[in-house]
C-alpha cells in the first residue's frame, strides 16, 4: 500500500518516497506471518528492512475497503499535508477489519522531544533530547534501545490523537453526514463515526515472557523496575515501585504493633472483642497499662506517614531521572481528543482551534458536577445511618438471644455497609468521568485532575466518613476498633479472593486456551483485542490510599492494622503484576515524573492523622481518669490536645524540611537540564533570525 498518491476526497497529499524500498516486518516471532505492505516514508533515514508493529487498529464491521485505503493514507501521510506520518499496513488483505501501526526513526525522534523526554548524551548525562542535536545521543539511530517500547507505543497514540482536520473532508466510503469540519478531531470523528472501533497497544510475547519470569513467575523479593518500565512505562512502573516502597515500609510499624500486642494483656484482649463483636468493656479493663502502647502507636504513625512520604518523594525523583521524565515539557499542546468549542484563535497560541468559555465550564461544574457529587455524598450517609440502625438492631437482639449465631449477627452490619460502599465507589467513578467529560477541559492534564479530585472527595467521605463519626462524635472507641477490624479483615478476604483466587481460575481454566503456534498472527492480534481492557490505576491508589488512611488515622486503636496490611500487599504485589501481563490488554501509558495528585491525597492524609490520633488519645479512659484526679477542666484538656496537635504538626513540618524532596546530585541535575534546554534555545532563535 501506497500513501504517495493524491485523493481528492481525503484531501490529503504525500510526497514520493526518496527510496523506493519495500518494508516488511519484523523477523521476529510476533510478526513473522504478516508480511510485507506497509506504507512508506518520506524520509532515507526512515528507511529499514524491519518494522515492528507496535499499536493494532480495529475497524468496525461495516467499514468499506476504500475508507479502510483513505484511512490507511491518512496514516502515513507526512504531518505537513495532515498525516500522522506513521507506518500503516493493512493486515491480511484491504477488506479486513485490522491496520497495524508503527513509526518510523524521524516521527519517533521529534516526538520524544516535543514530549520532553530526556535521553543519556554522549557523555553518558541524561539531556532533555533535541532533535536538532540527536546525533551526538547515545543509540539515536536505533529507536529499540533509545525509546523503550511503552514509549514507541505511546508516541503512536500521540501522533494518532493529535489528528486534527486541516480543512473540511469528505471520508469515502460514508454518508456526507460524517464529513469532517475544518479543526474537527479526525480519530474522535472516526471513532463517533464507527469506523475506528478500537486501538490497543501489541504485546512482545518475547519480552513479555521475560518480564513475567523476572517478576512474578519465580520467588524474587525485588521488582524489575526497569523493566517494567520499559515494557509498560513510568506511570505503571512508579505505582508498582510506590507499592513496594509502602509494602516494605509496613515492617517498622507491623513489628511495633505485633510488640504492643504481646507485651500487653489489655491490648490482646481488645483484639478478641474485636474479633468477637463484643463492644462492651468495663471501665477497670480499659484503665490497664496498654494505654502507653496506644501512644507510641499514635506517635510513630503519625512521624512514620510523613517519613514514609518524604523519603518516596527522593525516591520517585531518583527513578524518573533514570527513566527521562524528570523534566517533561510543558507545552502549549492541541486540545484533547474529547474537547469541542466554537471554531477561533486561540489567544494565547495563535492557532485556529475549538474554544470554550471559562465562565460556562464553571457554570456547568456549579450546575451540575457539584450538586450530583452532594447527591452521592448524601448516599454516604444515607448508608452511614443504616448501619447505625442495623447495629444497634443487631446488639438488641444479641442482648435477647445471647447466642454464638447472634454473636455472628453483630458483624452483619458492618459487612453489608462494606458491600454498599464499594457498590456506590464503582458507579460513582463512570459518573465521575461523565460530569468530567461533559465540562469539557481543554488539557488533557486538566481532565485527569478534576477527575481524580471528584473521586478522592468521595472516597475519603465514603470510606471515612463512619469511622470519624464513631471517634469525633459518638466517641466510642471500642465500636471503632470493632469497626476497623470488620474493615481490614472483610477487605483482606475480599482481596485474596479477587487478587488471587480469581486469576489463579481465569488462568488455569481461561489464559490455557489462548495462542497456538501454527494459527496465523492476525489471528493472535485478534485474541489480545478480545482481552479487557486493563481498567488503569484508579482503583489500584485508591486502596493504597484507604489503607495509608486506617493505618495512619485509626491504627492506634488497633495495633494489629499494620500486619493485616503488609500480609495482603505481599500477595498484592504478584498477583497486580500477573493480572497486568496476563489477564488484560497492554495499556497505553504516558509518559509521568511523579504519582502527581495521588502523591498530594497521601500527604493530605499524613497531616489529618495528627488531629485524628490527637482526638483519640484524648478519648483514653486512663487519660481522662488522670485529668479527673487533677482536677483538669474540660476547656484546659481542649486547648491541651490542641497544643500537642500543633507539636507534632510543626515536628512534621520539620522533618518535611529536613528531609528534601530531591537528592543534591538529582537538584544539580535538573539544573543542568533545564540550563541546556534554556541555551538549545537561544541558539535555536538565533539560527532562525540568521536564516532571515
Known amino acids: 500500500m501506497k500513501t504517495d498518491v493524491d485523493d481528492s476526497d481525503s484531501g490529503i497529499r504525500s510526497k514520493s518516497s526518496h527510496e523506493d524500498r519495500t518494508q516488511t516486518v519484523m523477523s521476529e516471532p510476533s510478526a513473522s506471518s504478516v508480511g510485507s505492505g506497509w506504507t512508506k516514508v518520506s524520509c532515507p533515514c526512515c528507511v529499514t528492512e524491519k518494522v515492528e508493529p507496535l499499536v493494532l487498529v480495529k475497524l468496525g464491521e461495516r467499514v468499506r475497503p476504500e475508507t479502510k485505503r483513505w484511512l490507511i493514507r491518512l496514516i502515513g501521510a507526512p504531518q505537513k499535508d495532515g498525516g500522522a506520518a506513521l507506518l500503516a499496513h493493512p493486515g491480511e488483505d484491504a477488506s479486513g477489519d485490522i491496520i497495524l501501526v508503527s513509526a518510523p526513526q524521524c516521527t519517533l525522534l521529534r516526538a520524544a522531544e516535543e514530549l520532553g523526554l530526556c535521553k543519556t548524551y554522549s557523555n553518558d548525562n541524561m539531556e532533555a533530547f533535541s532533535y536538532r542535536n540527536r546525533h551526538n545521543f547515545k543509540n539515536s539511530d536505533n529507536m529499540e534501545k533509545f525509546l523503550t517500547l511503552a514509549e514507541r507505543q505511546y508516541i503512536v497514540k500521540y501522533e494518532l490523537d493529535g489528528l486534527w482536520a486541516q480543512r473540511d473532508l469528505r471520508i469515502p466510503g460514508l454518508p456526507d453526514s460524517f464529513t469532517l469540519q475544518h479543526r474537527d478531531n479526525i480519530w474522535r470523528k472516526l471513532g463517533s463515526a464507527g469506523v475506528v472501533q478500537d486501538m490497543f497497544p501489541l504485546h512482545n510475547q518475547e519480552k513479555l515472557k521475560n518480564l513475567s519470569e523476572a517478576w512474578y513467575s519465580g520467588n524474587q523479593l525485588t521488582q524489575p523496575l526497569d523493566m517494567i518500565n520499559e515494557y509498560f512505562g513510568s506511570s505503571i512502573s512508579l505505582y508498582f515501585s510506590f507499592l513496594d516502597w509502602y509494602t516494605w515500609s509496613l515492617l517498622p510499624p507491623a513489628i511495633l504493633g505485633l510488640c504492643i500486642t504481646y507485651f500487653s494483656g489489655e491490648v490482646q484482649t481488645e483484639m478478641l472483642e474485636s474479633i468477637s463483636g463484643s463492644g462492651i468493656q468495663s471501665k477497670e479493663e480499659d484503665l490497664g497499662p496498654a494505654v502507653s502502647g496506644h501512644m507510641i502507636q499514635a506517635v510513630f504513625s503519625m512521624l512514620w506517614s510523613t517519613v514514609v512520604m518524604e523519603l518516596w518523594k527522593r525516591r520517585s525523583s531518583s527513578l524518573s531521572y533514570r527513566w527521562g521524565t524528570l523534566h517533561l515539557a510543558e507545552r502549549f499542546a492541541e486540545p484533547r481528543p474529547g474537547f469541542h468549542g466554537t471554531l477561533g484563535v486561540n489567544p494565547v497560541t495563535g492557532c485556529v482551534e475549538p474554544l470554550f468559555p471559562d465562565w460556562q465550564r464553571d457554570l456547568r461544574m456549579a450546575l451540575l458536577s457539584v450538586p450530583v457529587v452532594g447527591l452521592f455524598l448524601g448516599l454516604v450517609v444515607l448508608g452511614m445511618v443504616c448501619f447505625y440502625w442495623g447495629e444497634a438492631k443487631m446488639q438488641q437482639l444479641h442482648g435477647e438471644w445471647d447466642s454464638l449465631l447472634s454473636q455472628t449477627f ?283
Not at 460513582?428 to 481543554?442: F, I
Not at 477527575?451 to 464513631?470: D, E
Request: hydrophobic fraction near 50%; proline fraction near 4%; aromatic fraction near 12%.
Open 410 to 692: 453483630l458483624y452483619l452490619p458492618s459487612v453489608l455497609h462494606i458491600i454498599y460502599t464499594n457498590v456506590l465507589a464503582t458507579f460513582y467513578k463512570t459518573v465521575a468521568l461523565s460530569l468530567t467529560e461533559y465540562e469539557n477541559h481543554r488539557e488533557q492534564s486538566a481532565f485527569e485532575n478534576h477527575l481524580t479530585a471528584k473521586v478522592l472527595v468521595f472516597t475519603f467521605f465514603n470510606y471515612f466518613a463512619v469511622l470519624f463519626h464513631i471517634a469525633f462524635f459518638k466517641r466510642d472507641v471500642p465500636m471503632l476498633r470493632k469497626r476497623l477490624a470488620s474493615l481490614l479483615i472483610v477487605t483482606q478476604l475480599v482481596n485474596q479472593v479477587t487478587e488471587v483466587v480469581i486469576p489463579f481460575l481465569v488462568d488455569k481454566f481461561i489464559s490455557a486456551r489462548t495462542e497456538k503456534e501454527d494459527e496465523p498472527q492476525e489471528d493472535k492480534f485478534r485474541k489480545q483485542g478480545a482481552m479487557p481492557t486493563f481498567p488503569g490505576l484508579f482503583a489500584e491508589y485508591i486502596e493504597l490510599l484507604v489503607q495509608f488512611g486506617y493505618l495512619s488515622l485509626f491504627s492506634c486503636v488497633y495495633p494489629l492494622t499494620a500486619v493485616l496490611l503488609l500480609i495482603n500487599n505481599l500477595t498484592e504485589i504478584r498477583s497486580d503484576a500477573y493480572k497486568i501481563c496476563k489477564l488484560f490488554r497492554k495499556p497505553f501509558c504516558s509518559p509521568v515524573a511523579n504519582m502527581g495528585v495521588w502523591q498530594t491525597a497521601f500527604e493530605v492524609l499524613s497531616f489529618v492523622s495528627v488531629v485524628s490520633n490527637c482526638w483519640l488519645l484524648l478519648l483514653s479512659p486512663q487519660l481522662q481518669e488522670l485529668f479527673n484526679e487533677g482536677g483538669i477542666r474540660s476547656t484546659n484538656i481542649l486547648l491541651l490536645a490542641v497544643l500537642v496537635e500543633h507539636v507534632l504538626i510543626l515536628i512534621k513540618l520539620v522533618l518535611v524540611v529536613f528531609i528534601p524532596d530531591e537528592p543534591e546530585w538529582i537538584r544539580k541535575k535538573k539544573e543542568h537540564i533545564e540550563y541546556t534546554s534554556m541555551q538549545a534555545l537561544k541558539q535555536q532563535k538565533l539560527v532562525a533570525e540568521e536564516s532571515r
